[in-house]
Nanobody, 117 residues
Framework: QLVESGGGLVQAGGSLRLSCAAS????????MGWFRQAPGKEREFVGS????????YYPDSVKGRFTVSRDNSKNTMYLQMNELKPEDTAVYYC????????????WGQGTLVTVSS
């Protein structure tokens, strides 16, 4: 089970940190990641981290502004978002892959981030 928290309203240029608490079989997770979906748009990948190593991946749209990290002792993943823009407004979802990383197999319920101009 994945549970996100930390969403809210922030002004453009501000920062926000999202958390994703994972319970259950986290030892079988290959990677965890963050996605977002704005109204009327498709779900978009915004970053991921391999659960054993610390390799992180980002699309160009957030590279340099967003940082994914994790605390294995707490089974929690974070998304630090800096220099937020109105176009970052979306529902943010955390997700976990299956054990070989071939698909995103588990999703959280989402948390809303609204960036005002």
């Amino acid at each position: 089970q994945l549970v996100e928290s930390g969403g809210g309203l922030v002004q453009a240029g501000g920062s926000l940190r999202l958390s994703c608490a994972a319970s259950g079989r986290t030892f079988s997770v290959y990677s965890m990641g963050w996605f977002r979906q704005a109204p009327g748009k498709e779900r978009e990948f915004v970053g991921s981290i391999r659960w054993i190593r610390d390799s992180t991946y980002y699309p160009d749209s957030v590279k340099g502004r967003f940082t994914v990290s994790r605390d294995n002792s707490k089974n929690t993943m974070y998304l630090q978002m800096n220099e937020l823009k109105p176009e970052d407004t979306a529902v943010y979802y955390c997700a976990a892959t299956n054990s070989d990383g071939s698909r995103w197999s588990e999703w959280g319920q989402g948390t809303l981030v609204t960036v005002s101009s």
